[in-house]
């Protein structure tokens, strides 16, 4: 528990130990603190503590608070932090309900989070295009186009407005499910609001083509990225050029690889740990698993200080091999 007394830090300078009561900012930054280290309960114990004190306690200290019990699975405290907070008089925020919304869709309670969004606009408190996309993303994730489709209908038919965000959700759903008419009217949908083809929104495109063998029109896609000034994943490149190979469309690939060669790119496939040297992965790992030790045995920082002396040397040794394995990995 963490005590505000004479001579901790909230002491003036040249002066002795002159105490500074604390204050609702002083808990809050502290409850956050715990709240994102997902040690929310001693968030809550200094909860009660303010309460006991009598610092008045506002919604802002609740918001992460609500946020990591909602994100560690405890829906029914989360749920009655909620409630409490109305009976003391305060409005729960479109934060909390947020928090819960998107705590639920994750554990794949759809009805959960289908009560949270109830209970929200049962109180007047009106969802925003943030809300919606936690949805989004799970019908995204396990191809629930009908559920998405019904969901974005009855979005736009109560006045709300999409983002950015929302579109891509949607046209991530219907590549992964090769619906490439639902795909194109997204699209056309994100030029009609000025979203122009971004980067993921004609990779998604690219690779759903290339996956139903609409080869001749991935091409077409892919040169009209290029020609926008969208530089193409180097993953994306290869894998339309060996399509094209494989079909024996040998012209196409020429011209894809004309295209690709024709402006700075990389030409590495995303960063993976498997592709790192054995003795870069091997001193990583055990870096990982000196600090995972010390984590797993104490939580007081105090006792980390502590600690650092024991440890250091091994952590040390292998911050030292991996900075040597890079340089000479960029000399090369």
């Known amino acids: 528990m963490v005590r505000f007394e004479k001579g901790s830090i909230f002491t003036t300078q040249g002066q002795s130990n002159e105490f500074f009561a604390p204050t609702v900012v002083s808990y ?45 699975g405890q829906f029914k405290e989360a749920s009655g932090m909620l409630e409490r907070i109305s009976v003391y008089g305060l409005s729960p925020t479109i934060s ?30 009106l969802p925003t295009a943030t ?21 974005y209908t009855k979005m736009i ?20 499910c090769e619906r490439l008419d639902l795909a194109v009217q997204v699209v056309k949908e994100m030029n009609a609001k000025g979203c122009d083809s971004d980067l993921a929104t004609s990779t998604m495109l690219v690779h759903l083509l290339c996956r139903i063998r609409r ?17 193409s994943q180097y993953l994306t490149y290869k894998k339309l050029s060996e399509e094209l190979r494989k079909s024996g469309v040998l012209e196409m690939a020429q011209k894809v690889s004309c295209l690709m060669d024709a402006i700075p790119h990389s030409t590495k496939f995303p960063n993976t740990f498997s592709d790192r040297p054995p003795e870069l992965r091997s001193s990583i790992m055990q870096k990982a698993k000196v600090m995972s030790d010390i984590l797993k045995t104490c939580r007081d920082p105090r006792e980390l200080a502590k600690q650092r ?24």
Do not use: W
């Open 28 to 72: 809050g930054t502290i409850i956050e603190g715990y709240c994102r280290l997902r040690r929310v309960e001693e968030a809550i114990v200094l909860l009660e503590e303010m309460k006991s004190i009598r610092i008045e306690v506002n919604v802002i200290v609740y918001n992460p608070i609500i946020d990591a019990l909602a994100e560690a």
């Open 96 to 125: 909390m309900y947020n928090s819960l919304v998107k705590g639920f869709c994750k554990a794949g309670d759809l009805v959960g989070a289908s009560k949270i969004l109830k209970m929200m606009l049962g109180r007047g408190c």
């Open 131 to 151: 809300t919606y996309n936690y949805f989004f993303r799970f019908f995204a994730k396990f191809g629930k186009i009908e559920e998405g489709m019904n969901l």
């Open 157 to 176: 038919e109560s006045g709300y407005e999409p983002d950015r965000l929302t579109l891509h959700l949607l046209l991530k759903m219907f590549c992964e």
């Open 215 to 231: 080869l001749e029109d991935a091409c077409f896609k892919f040169e009209g990225m290029i020609n926008r000034g969208v530089v």
């Open 309 to 332: 002396g024991s440890s250091g040397n091994t952590v040390a040794n292998a911050n030292r091999l991996i900075e040597d394995i890079q340089r000479r990995a960029h000399a090369t």
